[in-house]
T-cell receptor, first 116, second 115 residues
Framework: GAVVSQHPSWVICKSGTSVKIECRSL??????MFWYRQFPKQSLMLMAT?????????EQGVEKDKFLINHASLTLSTLTVTSAHPEDSSFYIC????????????FGPGTRLTVT | TQLLEQSPQFLSIQEGENLTVYCNSS?????LQWYRQEPGEGPVLLVT?????EVKKLKRLTFQFGDARKDSSLHITAAQPGDTGLYLC???????????????FGQGTILTVHP
């Protein structure tokens, strides 16, 4: 149980274009989803927290207009990187938790974004 | 300021050796979790410890939560190449409030087990 999927697993895009990453909880209803960014051999950096039907809460220093997050249902959240630049290249990981245990997060497999 | 300090940051050992990874804080945590992440994949939850002094075992992995709930350790017995990965400790930031549901992570320990 507690499976989270991400799509796509990797994407290459040109500078200036936008990219959407999907995060789905497959076998539970995710009241909260989190988006992280991870640089090579480093820990996870939380970008934003989203609750179903509400606006996302962004961490300090994360541009909300650049990283658009939508959490339209209890099983789907999306992260759109708008006007991507090479410095946005990174490994993006989502996680999901449910109301019964809000501090136990289940992670997706991650999306490798490369902006050329 | 890092709420959770992990050590060591890098560990390279031979198959069969034992090792311990530490996760320390000056703050009290209501619970701590340990995750393992393989390259190119998301972290996988290994264990959650909740009670001070608690010890949990997962095959060759032993997890301990300090009595004061400020630290935790992960001990691996007879490490195998399959144990290679990034180990992360994490916990709810002390204080709650706007941090509800969030986790704060340690810097991670990169473990490499050579055959």
């Amino acid at each position: 149980g507690a499976v989270v999927s991400q799509h796509p697993s990797w994407v290459i895009c040109k500078s200036g274009t936008s990219v959407k990453i999907e995060c789905r909880s497959l076998d539970f209803q995710a009241t909260t989803m989190f988006w992280y960014r991870q640089f090579p051999k480093q820990s996870l950096m939380l970008m934003a927290t989203s609750n179903e039907g509400s606006k996302a809460t962004y961490e300090q220093g994360v541009e909300k207009d650049k990283f658009l997050i939508n959490h339209a249902s209890l099983t789907l959240s999306t992260l759109t990187v708008t006007s991507a630049h090479p410095e946005d290249s990174s490994f993006y990981i989502c996680s999901a938790s449910w109301a019964g245990n809000p501090y136990e997060q289940y992670f997706g497999p991650g999306t490798r974004l490369t902006v050329t | 300021t890092q709420l959770l300090e992990q050590s060591p940051q890098f560990l390279s050992i031979q198959e069969g050796e034992n090792l311990t990874v530490y996760c320390n804080s000056s703050s009290v945590f209501s619970s701590l979790q340990w995750y393992r992440q393989e390259p190119g994949e998301g972290p996988v939850l290994l264990v959650t410890v909740v009670t001070g002094g608690e010890v949990k075992k997962l095959k060759r992995l032993t997890f301990q939560f300090g009595d004061a709930r400020k630290d935790s350790s992960l001990h691996i017995t007879a490490a195998q190449p399959g144990d290679t990965g990034l180990y992360l400790c994490a916990g709810p930031p002390p204080g709650g409030g706007t941090s509800y549901g969030k986790l704060t992570f340690g810097q991670g320990t990169i473990l490499t087990v050579h055959p």
